[in-house]
């Protein structure tokens, strides 16, 4: 990681490349160019493009009804931003320069400010609260109680969901015994057992004295 753009820089470079798009190609084409353009940017180490194509994605996989074949499709072959990608974008929002517009705030978010859908919002808290985040934890149950009151008529919605439940999966490793301990010592009244190389040790060293 290099850098971690804010999201109106991201946003508004995005918009430059989009004007600059070949107007002859189709819709889709338009889309993929564009889209691997941002991910290269990502890919190289700016984490702020990483926002864009997370929420791309999932814009897509709205418009497709949840076909993630369709958009791969239009996205072009291992550029679908899966959960590896967001749990490691959200890892590394920082997270005091989110803006959080409140009910009859005016003020213009700073320059440096990173503006979050409200789903996203929640998976960067959901991270830093599974991390132990006594803070991150404390914002997340109350940007939950908002969640539930707009869940209905917000269509990101699930996706965080889904994130959630791939996050707090159990791993498949999680609740098995550990594996006994070696001996750390061995009574010398009972040396252990030769290994199966051992007799043909002793025979050839036989074979040496008789020699």
């Known amino acids: 990681m290099r850098a971690f753009s804010p999201t109106m820089r991201v946003d508004a470079l995005v918009s430059d490349w989009r004007a600059d798009r070949n107007p002859k190609l189709s819709s889709e084409e338009q889309e993929r160019e564009l889209y691997g353009q941002v991910w290269e940017a990502y890919r190289e180490g700016d984490y702020g493009f990483g926002l864009w194509c997370w929420f791309e994605c999932d814009r897509l996989t709205n418009a497709f009804n949840g076909a993630v074949r369709e958009v791969t499709r239009v996205l072009g072959a291992g550029r679908y931003f899966g959960f590896s990608h967001r749990r490691a974008v959200a890892e590394k929002v920082p997270v005091e320069k989110i803006y959080r517009p409140r009910k009859g705030d005016m003020s213009t978010p700073r320059t440096d400010a990173i503006i979050l859908p409200q789903y ?31 869940r209905r008529a917000d269509a990101f919605g699930r996706h965080f969901d889904t994130f959630k439940r791939l996050l707090e999966r159990p791993s498949s490793t999680e609740g098995a015994p550990p594996p006994p301990a070696p001996p750390t010592d061995v009574p010398t009244s009972h040396p252990p057992s030769p290994g199966p190389g051992a007799p043909v040790a002793r025979a050839a060293k036989r074979a040496k004295k008789s020699d």
């Open 120 to 150: 996203q919002l929640l998976c960067v808290y959901l991270v830093r609260a599974h991390s132990g985040d006594p803070k991150a934890k404390a914002q997340l149950e109350i940007a939950l109680g908002e969640h539930e009151d707009r």
